[in-house]
């Protein structure tokens, strides 16, 4: 990636005669099959040759048949499937010389100079050995007369781009591997299902997941069921974790909870390095209790499945990435691995990432476990602190704020403004869990504005959110209504229950409601409190943040319908279904679902569209059908266009399709504000209040608050959480169609024409698409 900031030029063609080749290498993880399209259709249409290598370095080494040219078609219908349709092997052969000269062969013959390498740290570290031999292996070929001095000469060059595959998420230099969140889904799923069955029986659940040498899943998993206990690699418990363990297991029994949720990663190990394993914990919870206790292990059920919105994407545009470092390579150019930091996609060079990751091998190795967590990263470390904070069962005796000093007590009031979202109870939970052990009061506000005029008031305990994480919807119950003309009697309300710091969770509404407080200060002295929003809409459309809360949630239900609605047309031939998305005038929804589907097109607001572009798209549909496609996915954002409405467009694919496919129309509705939250969402919500009241405090700290400093809202900018103060986000903001001037994700639109187009949609001689810095870059993960 163009770290600079400069423009690139994206030439259909521009790159015509390379060859190109994909492999997946190691365990497979969901998200590699968007990979693989992504890296194949973005080839083809820069003008490659692209090939498939089947069954990893093995089919590289043994040739023939597994080396196969793909061509568009070749992947569709692939995007929605786990694992890896090009296969996986583990590769001795490779280990050897004698392997590697092999496959350079195989690679020379077909004139392929470019590889793809979706892996681990093994398997990109076995590409790095094959670029560096590379020279000598060919001249190696020629002297034995396998290849020609022509051949010699034109193929020289071995360049190499990795993106990493691995559900464990245990690379460093990236955020998120490809996999990672899918296999989170399957592990959420697994524990919401159990839980139901753990209240019935008063059961302790012991869960084992993957992480052999990284504890991610397994500490995220924790922080997003809400489980009791979690044993990871990086972090041993202490020596007397059994004593611990039982004590907090009985007094949760005593407390009155009829469930105890322990996780354990299958690498955790004690202080010593010996193995902590679920049958031993289970052991020390049946000999000292005497409680019901059982042991779930999920195994590869992690690795299966279809793969998350997120995971479709994060391949999607890592895949796509991935190509364009291999154009824009030189002979110099040392090979890189394409990874997610923040919300951008950045090339690391792929020695130092490996080097790294060794690197908190050897800190565990030391029993350096400090270093080992530090090394893991910062978001990873923030987990660990949240989730340790979140399982204290009482606060201490006397609390402490962030200096040392002894809390004041503040009384601090949460409520929710707009319409419901999933992740909102996860952030009320971590709100209220965070004051109670800061030895704060926590008010919670029943039915936003108006709960707050009628006083509907309620002081929060800690334990009157358990079982919060998993559920979707607004507990505390949420309204559309504004501050408006009852700004008086919200002043009174404040006032008399002496609310010293205020937390708004909801979308648009949310963000002018605490706006117009902030502009309403010099006329009621009670609004000069610190104020703070957390975003939470599916909409995805409040200024200041590039995600909002729930948005991950309905973005992974719209597409799961889609999946099924498509999959409803498997013995159909040539149809193309219409589906209407929420969102507002915001065309995120559709965009993103769009790109995660592998739409045929998606149609926003925000890009203007008349009826010579529908008209252009039929063809295009009709092109693709005749070329072997069965089945079109045409989105449409629910305020794209008043006139060109998703009834419309149904019936124009519907006549215009004649004798080449029928259309059907879905309109989702409130499908996609409904589910269970997902792993994105829980974690976001749990960390979000957690910095919220860290900056209420803070701001109370300071004194008077009637600066606009003390009136923001939090948002994910980039690589980074984001204080923003409400009075700046005014400036960007449409208030008219309620949306953000500037949208990231609106850079994704070409990338999604790209990779749902046929070649012949790009017929016109000389088409350039400006792709700035960014375009193609990676969705944020937290």
């Known amino acids: 990636m163009d770290v600079n900031g400069t423009q690139r030029f994206i030439e259909r063609g521009s790159h015509k005669g390379k060859g190109l080749a994909v492999l997946t290498s190691g365990g497979d993880s969901q998200g590699m099959n968007a990979a693989v399209r992504s890296v194949v259709r973005m080839g083809i249409y820069l003008g490659c040759k692209v090939y498939f290598i089947r069954e990893g370095y093995q089919g590289m080494v043994d040739g023939g048949d597994n080396i196969e040219e793909a061509n568009w078609s070749s992947v569709s219908t692939i995007i929605h499937k786990g694992g ?164 907090k297991l009985e007094q949760e029994r005593k407390s009155g909870q009829r469930l105890n949720i322990i996780i354990v990663a299958e690498g955790a190990i004690d202080r010593e390095g010996k193995p902590i394993t679920a049958e031993l914990v289970k052991k020390v919870v049946v000999d000292n209790l005497h409680q019901d206790t059982r042991i779930t292990v999920l195994g590869h059920v992690q690795r299966g499945g279809s793969p998350s919105a997120f995971d479709r994407i994060l391949g999607c545009r890592m895949g796509a990435e991935a190509v364009m470092a291999l154009m824009e390579a030189t002979p110099d150019t040392e090979p890189c691995v394409v990874t997610l930091d923040g ?127 998993a559920q979707g919807g607004a507990f505390l119950g949420t309204k559309r209504t504004l501050p408006g003309d009852k700004k008086p009697e919200i002043a009174a309300r404040i006032k008399q229950f002496h609310i010293q710091g205020l937390l708004i969770i909801g979308g648009f509404e949310a963000y002018q409601a605490g706006l117009e407080l902030y502009e309403s200060r010099s006329q009621y002295p009670e609004f000069c409190i610190p104020l703070v929003v957390i975003p939470s809409t599916i909409s995805n459309n409040v200024p200041g943040t590039d995600f909002s809360l729930g948005a991950d949630t309905s973005l992974n239900e719209i597409t799961e319908i889609c999946d099924r609605i498509r999959q409803s047309a498997q013995g159909t031939k040539r149809r193309v279904f219409v589906i209407e998305t929420m969102g507002g005038y915001c065309g995120y929804l559709a965009t993103l679902a769009g790109l995660a589907g592998g739409a045929d097109a998606a149609y926003i607001y925000e890009e203007k569209f008349s009826i010579k572009d529908l008209q252009q798209d039929v063809y295009h549909m009709a ?160």
Request: contains cysteine.
């Open 84 to 247: 890896t349709i090009i296969g996986s092997a583990r590769c001795m052969d490779f280990m050897t010389k004698e392997g590697r000269l092999k496959a350079a062969y195989n690679l020379v013959t077909r004139g392929i100079t470019n590889l793809v390498v979706i892996g681990g740290d093994g398997s990109l570290t076995g590409a790095n050995l094959f670029r560096q031999e590379w020279s000598n292996l060919l001249d190696e070929l020629l002297a034995n007369n396998k290849i020609t001095q022509d051949q010699r000469e034109k193929y020289k060059h071995l360049h190499i781009a990795g993106m990493v595959g691995s559900i464990d998420n245990d690379f460093c230099g990236t955020d998120m591997t490809i996999g990672t969140d899918s296999a989170l889904h399957r592990i959420i799923e697994a524990i919401d299902a159990i839980v139901s069955t753990a209240y019935s029986h008063q059961r302790t659940f012991i869960m084992e997941v993957m992480g052999r040498h990284c504890g991610y899943l397994a500490l995220v998993t924790a922080l997003a069921s809400e489980a009791d206990y979690v044993f990871i690699p990086e972090a041993p418990p202490s020596h007397d974790w059994k004593e611990k363990l039982c004590d």
């Open 623 to 782: 092109s693709k059908m005749t070329g072997g496609i069965q089945r079109g996915l045409i989105l449409r954002n629910e305020k794209a266009n008043d006139n060109y409405n998703t009834e419309f467009i149904y019936r124009l694919y519907s006549e215009e399709g004649k004798g080449l496919f029928t259309a059907r129309m879905n309109v989702l509705g409130h499908m996609q504000q409904g589910g269970s939250p997902t792993p994105f969402d829980r974690n976001m919500g749990t960390k979000m209040a957690a910095k919220c009241l860290r900056w209420l405090v803070e701001a109370l700290q300071k004194g008077p608050a009637d600066t606009p400093d003390t009136a923001c809202l939090l948002g994910i900018v980039k690589r980074q959480y984001k204080f923003t103060p409400l009075e700046d986000l005014k400036a960007q903001t449409n208030f008219a169609q309620r949306i953000p001037k500037h949208q990231w994700w609106m850079k994704l639109r070409p990338l999604l024409r790209i990779l749902a187009k046929h070649d012949s949609t790009y017929e016109e001689e000389g088409m350039y698409m400006t792709v700035e810095q960014g375009e193609i870059d990676s969705e944020c993960v937290i």
């Open 343 to 469: 919300n951008q996609a950045v090339r690391l060079p792929l020695m130092e990432c490996v080097r790294r990751t060794k690197a908190v091998a050897q800190a565990m190795a030391d029993k350096n476990w400090d270093l080992a967590v530090q090394l893991r990263g910062r978001s990873f470390a923030r987990n660990l602190e949240t989730y340790k904070m979140l399982t204290r069962l009482k606060p201490p005796k006397e609390a402490f704020d962030a200096a040392g000093k002894p809390s004041e007590g503040y009384t601090l009031a949460l409520m929710h403004v707009g319409a419901p979202a999933c992740g909102m109870n996860a952030a009320v939970r971590s709100f209220v869990r965070n004051c109670i052990y800061r030895g704060d009061t926590v008010l919670g506000i029943h039915d936003g504005i108006e709960g707050l005029i009628s006083g509907n008031i309620v002081k929060m305990d800690w334990s009157d959110v358990t079982g919060w994480v």
